[in-house]
């Protein structure tokens, strides 16, 4: 039985593993698409040439990673606010006599419930799941959700839990202390977040409008930049007017996302 249980865990876990992997590359080429269309846009409007796409195109590992950034930020948001649902059920099973090995499946039920069973806390618990139907330590399957997550609150539940069963602490207590820890970060944010979004408008706005201009411009008189291309001179002054554009919407996403 045991033997089958560990062969159903493998199996799921190389199935999440394609899973995701197939989302990365779904991200990476709705990436490149953006890029691609972004400095199509700016090569017409800054150089009127898209032969000027072939070195804008070495900013694509730079944008790339900005798009990570974000999508790794609102993973986080996910992650926590599904980690604050598992602890919900958790404590529930505890509180209604289950052991602590059994309040996980549990949570991971209530987790289902709420968000579905392919978000990342229902795969995770139900790998911790089928690792304590294997009689696994509870230290040894602590440290390997530790290392699937760098959510500061799962990274103290995974430190705290062993030593509290090794110590016999108030397990319920505990889980409390660090549901309520989850819920002030997540509360904190969002007010954070309600305050910063009416920046992040003004930026995006802001930062469209030259492009905008320029657009206008090109359509309402075709010759306006006509001395700004096709020599030199031109492509300079293009250039460090688009290095100060970038640069200002750097900064304008910069400030916007100030914690």
Known sequence: MQRDTGRDMTDYLRLISKLKACVRDVDRIKDLGEYVVLIAVVSKLFYDSFLAMIPLFAGIIIYKKYKENIRRRRREHNVRQEFICALDGMCSALSAGYSLTNSFSQAARQVKKVYGEKCVTYQDFMIMVRQISLNRNMGEIMTKYAGRSLIDEIQYFCSIIPISVKEGADI??????????????????????????????????????????????????????????????????????????????????????IR
């Open 172 to 257: 319920t207590g505990v889980i409390k202390e660090i549901r309520y820890m989850a819920i002030e970060k997540s509360e904190l944010e969002r007010q954070i977040e309600v305050v910063s979004s009416a920046k992040r408008s003004e930026a995006v706005i802001m930062s469209l409008m030259p492009i905008g201009i320029m657009s206008y411009l090109r359509v309402s008189s075709a010759t306006f930049f006509d001395e700004m291309y096709g020599n030199i001179k031109g492509v300079v002054i293009m250039t460090i007017i688009l290095a100060v554009y970038v640069l200002f919407v750097v900064m304008a996403d910069y400030i916007g996302r």
